[in-house]
């Protein structure tokens, strides 16, 4: 009988949670493994009388660590097809024979969307409403519409949170498959690469509690929407990216003390200032941006009724490169009975931690990558500064894929020079919550194609 080898590029990942079963297309260079924790004892005498001395040694097994994984995907939103008519039980009936992410004909999706539930919250799926929600009847993190798929992290202030199996499926179409099923696994962290010359990606990296051996059994998959097509990789070249100062002293805005017209300005306190009537939104909320379109403020701006803006200077900078991290800082909790191998049974979270960088030439004009430096460097007395950082991967060119990572507070770094041909910039960044119980650090927008 032949040996039955089996290669990297015949291997499908399949994602799955208590709701449904996602593929997903993984790029090369995955990995998953699981190792153990021992204890060694030595022994360590001087000479007998017989001239000898015991020099042996024991190991003991005590724990499994936890199983990690890794493995990178394109960002691939895309609009999903939906059903066309029908009750909202049936919808969801024929949507799963069609493994559609949605039964709205329209609404945007994207193909790794359910790697972005898993690192944002508890990751309950609602099959009839295409929802990931923070619980069965609970809030939706992940909001759909026929304008773009919107991520938060409004529920992601939880001590765990969602867990998946995650199926490594071995073998080609005529070969006999081999499965390893990783039991619990949680999202650490993802990392969003947009190089000048490739396709934007997130590697996408966690643990979980144990590896099986799953023989040739494959779950039934229940979504698989937009894996197949061909119009939904984001080119990295049409990315751009608007960086935005606030000053750091917040200034009183009311009756008595008007803004600036025409000027960009962040609410930091509402107060009783009539913020709708000189440019801001309908309902006018702590970090909302707008710009003055009139100077008629109202209001007594004493006490809690005090408001505060920003005022802002926008940097134009042209990337060649970028990366945006969100990590979960999660860790493993494992027993530690003697006389026993103790599993892994479950995890805990740390600190959300949202950072990452851009490089860009080093430009002399007005506002360019020159006066941020210089900006910085002579800004001896800002502890924290406040930058507004988002970043357009692919563009904004309509009816082409996008993906928009908005931060409004981030603390900026002094930018490295990196001396070659043509001397560049890189400034790292850490994206900081408005308070920091909150939960307001990035949100992230999906905008498919249009379908054709």
């Known amino acids: 009988m032949a040996d039955q080898l089996y290669f990297s590029r015949d291997t499908k990942v399949l994602i799955e949670t208590t709701e449904g079963v996602w593929e997903m297309p993984v790029l090369d260079g995955f990995s998953f493994s699981q190792a153990t924790n021992a204890s060694e004892v030595t022994l360590s005498e001087m000479e007998g009388t017989g001239g000898t001395s015991r020099r042996g040694r024991r190991m003991f097994t005590d724990s499994f660590a936890p199983a990690e994984w890794s493995f990178s995907t394109y960002m691939r939103p895309f609009t999903s097809a939906g059903i066309a008519s029908g009750t909202a039980a049936e919808k969801a009936a024929a949507q799963t024979v069609a493994k559609l992410a949605a039964s709205v004909d329209g609404n945007h999706h994207a193909v790794e969307e359910v790697l972005w539930a898993l690192l944002a919250g508890p990751a309950y799926y609602n099959e009839l409403t295409d929802e990931f929600l923070a619980a069965s009847g609970g809030t939706a993190y992940i909001a759909h519409s026929t304008a773009s798929a919107d991520i938060d992290f409004g529920q992601s202030n939880k001590s765990t949170l969602g867990t998946a199996n995650i199926y490594f499926v071995m073998g080609g179409t005529e070969d006999t498959k081999t499965v390893y099923k990783l039991k619990d696994c949680v999202v650490n962290e993802a990392s969003a690469d947009f190089d000048i010359d490739g396709i934007a ?63 960009k300005y ?3 306190q509402l107060g009783d200032t009539n913020w709708t009537a000189i440019g801001a939104s309908s309902s006018p909320a702590v970090g909302e941006e707008f710009t003055v379109n009139s100077t008629t403020a109202s209001g007594t701006g004493t006490g809690t009724a005090q408001g505060k803006a920003r005022l802002a200077n926008t940097y134009g900078l042209v990337l060649t490169g970028g990366n945006v991290t969100i990590s ?28 990452g960088s851009f490089t860009c030439y080093l430009n002399n004009d007005t506002d360019s990558s020159a ?68 939960t307001d650090e990035i949100t992230v927008k999906y905008v498919g194609r249009d379908a054709v």
């Open 201 to 263: 990606t997130i590697n996408w990296s966690g643990m979980g509690s144990i590896i099986e051996d799953q023989g040739t059994t494959i779950p039934a998959i229940t979504v698989n929407e937009g894996v197949i097509a061909t119009n939904n990789f984001i080119r990295n070249r049409l990315t751009q990216l608007s960086a935005t100062r606030f000053d750091p002293t917040a200034v009183v805005v009311n009756a008595a003390t008007q803004p600036t017209a025409a000027k």
């Open 266 to 268: 962040k609410i930091t």
């Open 328 to 355: 979960n800082n999660v860790s493993f909790l494992t027993p530690e009975t003697l006389g026993a191998v103790n599993q892994p049974i479950g995890h805990v979270t740390g600190a959300r931690s949202v950072s």
């Open 371 to 438: 006066e941020l430096f210089e900006d910085l460097m002579n800004d001896k007395t800002t502890v924290t500064n406040n930058f507004d950082l988002s970043f357009k991967i692919g563009g904004v060119s309509p009816n082409l894929p996008r993906v928009e990572m908005t931060m409004l507070n981030c603390h900026v770094e002094l930018p490295a020079h990196a001396i070659d041909d043509v001397i560049s910039l890189e400034t790292s960044f850490h994206a900081l919550p408005s308070k920091i119980d909150l």
